[in-house]
């Protein structure tokens, strides 16, 4: 008798993409009404909570026997399911290793160990693949070109450690890296978009989490019309949804994405 769990809730969306991406998506009992990828899984699965707020009734009317969660931000919800009897795995990475080590994880818990490795050294491909592309473009460049990634505009954030990562993997160099490191969006804000200038980056990624990045917001702000990327029309969108959840998806869609942006610097 398999005493592997059946009935799954994924509370975000990096593990429902996961289950999907290794055949075990008959497990997943219920997904966050937030969960973006794969898009049909928004058809197929009954939707049983936000993301950092969720009515428990609603988790443990669909039964479930393991709750995937991600970080502190949904600290009061695993709290509130472990207090119900429900098993709860928290997850808390916000790296790219920590993305691969999530893939691993996950693969254990539904028995598909071998096909989670596989999926782990097929990004782990694109990643050395996408690498060895970089540095090709930082030799004929002479150069790391200054990246700056905004996460949010009011205030301003700037990228969280997985994105800043995957920028320096495809050649460039994360002109607030140093705040990277900190996990909650509230310590990587900047004070004053005055900032950013000083930093000289050639090239502007726009994710806002949630909404569409408005370029024309941020090429309006003063001063900004002194920065490189601004002056020279370097000034993208790469969806949210694709690099701002710490999941397959990132490296998959996002990585290449943040290459093809850098490409066009020449």
């Known amino acids: 008798m398999s005493r592997l769990p059946r009935r799954i809730v994924c509370l975000s969306t990096e593990t429902v993409e996961v289950l999907y991406l290794l055949g075990e998506e008959a497990r997943i009992a219920g997904i966050s009404g937030f969960t973006t990828h794969p898009p049909r899984a928004r058809k197929e699965k009954p939707k049983v909570s936000g993301f950092s707020s969720a009515k428990i009734e609603r988790i443990l009317a669909v039964e479930p026997d393991l709750v995937l969660a991600f970080s502190d931000l949904q600290g009061e919800i695993a709290r509130d399911l472990v207090k119900a009897g429900v098993a709860v795995h928290v997850f808390n990475h916000?790296?790219?290793?920590?993305?691969?080590?999530?893939?691993?994880?996950?693969?254990?818990?539904?028995?598909?160990?071998?096909?989670?490795?596989?999926?782990?050294?097929?990004?782990?491909?694109?990643?050395?693949?996408?690498?060895?592309?970089?540095?090709?473009?930082?030799?004929?460049?002479?150069?790391?070109?200054?990246?700056?990634?905004?996460?949010?505009?009011?205030?301003?954030?700037?990228?969280?450690?997985?994105?800043?990562?995957?920028?320096?993997?495809?050649?460039?160099?994360?002109?607030?890296?140093?705040?990277?490191?900190?996990?909650?969006?509230?310590?990587?804000?900047?004070?004053?978009?005055?900032?950013?200038?000083?930093?000289?980056?050639?090239?502007?990624?726009?994710?806002?989490?949630?909404?569409?990045?408005?370029?024309?917001?941020?090429?309006?702000?003063?001063?900004?019309?002194?920065?490189?990327?601004?002056?020279?029309?370097?000034?993208?969108?790469?969806?949210?949804?694709?690099l701002l959840a710490p999941g397959p998806a990132a490296i998959r869609e996002g990585l290449p994405a943040i290459a093809a942006c850098l490409d066009r610097l020449g």
């Open 94 to 242: 916000r790296s790219v290793d920590g993305i691969l080590a999530m893939i691993e994880t996950v693969g254990r818990l539904v028995g598909a160990e071998a096909r989670a490795l596989a999926l782990v050294a097929g990004l782990e491909q694109s990643i050395a693949r996408i690498r060895a592309e970089g540095e090709a473009r930082v030799a004929r460049l002479g150069r790391r070109p200054w990246v700056y990634f905004e996460e949010w505009n009011e205030p301003l954030i700037t990228g969280i450690r997985w994105v800043s990562e995957l920028i320096g993997i495809a050649g460039g160099e994360d002109c607030f890296g140093e705040l990277s490191v900190h996990p909650n969006a509230r310590d990587r804000i900047l004070a004053d978009p005055a900032v950013v200038i000083p930093r000289a980056p050639e090239l502007v990624i726009g994710s806002w989490c949630g909404k569409h990045f408005q370029p024309g917001h941020v090429t309006a702000r003063p001063g900004w019309d002194a920065v490189p990327a601004v002056r020279d029309g370097h000034v993208y969108e790469i969806k949210s949804a694709i």
